[in-house]
């Protein structure tokens, strides 16, 4: 009985022991291990586009791609406050954003449990499609490899479906909280990866952007491949640029004290810049702005907290026509509304274009003699009537106005010019006011 009693006792004593050793595991270490020094936290790198801190719930910080848990997904102490907590079985956190074809992300992990030989772990990445051909992975492998990939590997794959993109020799530790980040650019096809603030590897290559949602501590695809993380994921964020190893080593120093979660406010101001008398007014979706047609300066600007979105329409007045939007680094050319996010402080123009002159001159060959007369009036509501009484006239530029020539006693009409009109000699010659007009009609005897 003694040894019996002695054995229950060595399990149980074995047993606390161990369980202790989990517990310093996950709340100790992870704030030891990591190398970032505490301090005040640093200011949001700018660019910043979707940021899931995990502060007990999957919200975006800027509410523009909310997450969503899936599987059993709870929140722990982290890094930073709290952190996604995930069991390397089936939790996720899904989001509704697609990545943007140049830009950053950054996270911290903490390992939960050592990786049986044969797993793959992954960090974050968009659906796989395209067989493997539309993706951004990122992900540890264990002790037994994978395809084409060699044993205890962090690797990177941008969309190449026969091999990884970046592949370094690396392991993740249990319990100690590393500083992840990868730099993108599809445009230019180059890619890096940051480990703990220090560049670790780099590719070259023409990829396809993915073009399916991110997802956080997990990875599917419609080729047969799901993986997912065991431990904790911290302060996902999204960049829409490649933020420089000197941002990104200055988060890893940041450490627990994070990144600034007070939001900032940038200027939105608006121009409604005219040319040829056009005039016309911009307003805002959240009607904050109003500038253009006798609004003064205050209603032409506005203090937006970060990262809102803003949908300017271009109204032209009667006579006048959009004419586009600068800088055209917006992408909105011409078309009458233009989306704006206010990542930083911004300046936006919209210009107006004013009414066409038509300017009629009758010409005399050999004493011919006879009248102009315009179908409609221009914008000072007279009707051309030349050259008795009025030669010339301002007209919108959808407009088109029909010239009739009458010739007076004996002469004759001899034409119209430019011959580019293509009116000849017909009595009436139809003019599309899209540009300045100068039309000579030519009498005879």
């Known amino acids: 009985m003694a040894t019996k009693e002695i054995a229950v006792r060595s399990t149980t004593i074995r047993t606390k022991f161990l369980s202790l050793m989990w517990l310093i595991a996950i709340f100790i270490l992870p704030i030891v291990g990591n190398a970032g020094a505490q301090g005040s936290c640093i200011p949001r790198p700018a660019g910043m586009v979707s940021w899931w801190p995990g502060e007990g719930d999957a919200l975006d910080f800027f509410l523009h791609n909310d997450g969503t848990p899936q599987g059993d997904v709870v929140f722990l102490p982290g890094l930073v406050g709290q952190a996604f907590s995930l069991d390397g079985v089936s939790a996720s956190i899904a989001t509704s954003l697609v990545l943007p074809s140049v830009g950053t992300f ?3 992990v903490n390992l ?3 990786m049986p030989s044969s797993s793959i772990l992954s960090i974050a990445g968009t659906f796989g499609t395209a067989n493997g051909d539309d993706r951004l992975w ?3 492998v264990g002790p037994a490899g994978g395809p084409g990939v060699q044993p205890n590997t962090f690797v990177v794959n941008t969309g190449l479906a026969a091999a990884n993109d970046i592949a370094i020799p690396f392991t993740l ?3 100690v909280w ?5 730099t993108f650019d599809y445009i230019s096809g180059v890619y890096h990866l940051y480990i703990d603030g220090t560049l670790q590897g780099s590719s070259t290559g023409q990829r396809t952007a993915p073009t399916q949602h991110l997802r956080i501590g997990g990875v599917s695809s419609d080729f047969g491949q799901t993986f997912f993380f065991p431990g904790m994921i911290d302060e996902v964020s999204i960049y829409n640029r490649f933020l420089s190893a000197s941002e990104i080593q200055a988060i890893y120093n940041a450490g627990s004290a994070g990144k600034c979660k007070e939001k900032g406010e940038y200027l939105l101001k608006v121009i409604s810049s005219s040319s040829k008398k056009g005039a016309g007014v911009v307003t805002s979706n959240d009607g904050l702005i109003s500038c253009g ?6 209603t032409c600007k506005y203090d937006y ?5 803003v949908v300017l329409e271009a109204i032209p007045n009667e006579g006048s026509v959009f004419a586009g939007w600068t800088p055209t680094s917006l992408g909105c050319g011409t078309e009458p509304t233009c989306e704006v996010t206010i990542d930083k402080s911004r300046t936006v123009k919209a210009k107006f274009r004013g009414p066409n002159k038509l300017k009629v001159k009758v010409a005399s060959k050999k004493g011919g003699s006879g009248t102009v007369i315009s179908n409609v009036p221009g914008l000072g509501g007279s009707i051309i009537n030349c050259p008795s009484a009025l030669c010339e006239n301002y007209y919108s530029l959808q407009e088109t106005v029909t010239l009739t020539a009458a010739s007076q006693g004996a002469s004759t009409f001899l034409g119209w010019k430019p011959s580019s009109l293509g009116c000849g000699i017909n009595l009436t010659c139809t003019v599309p006011m899209g540009c300045t007009r100068n039309v000579r009609v030519v009498f005879g005897p």
């Open 293 to 298: 047609d006798g609004g003064d300066d205050s």
């Open 112 to 114: 939960a449990s050592l």
């Open 178 to 182: 590393k500083h992840i980040a990868v």
């Open 138 to 140: 990122i992900e540890m």
């Open 106 to 108: 950054e996270c911290w």
């Open 173 to 175: 530790s249990v319990g």
């Open 305 to 309: 907290v970060e990262v809102t979105t």
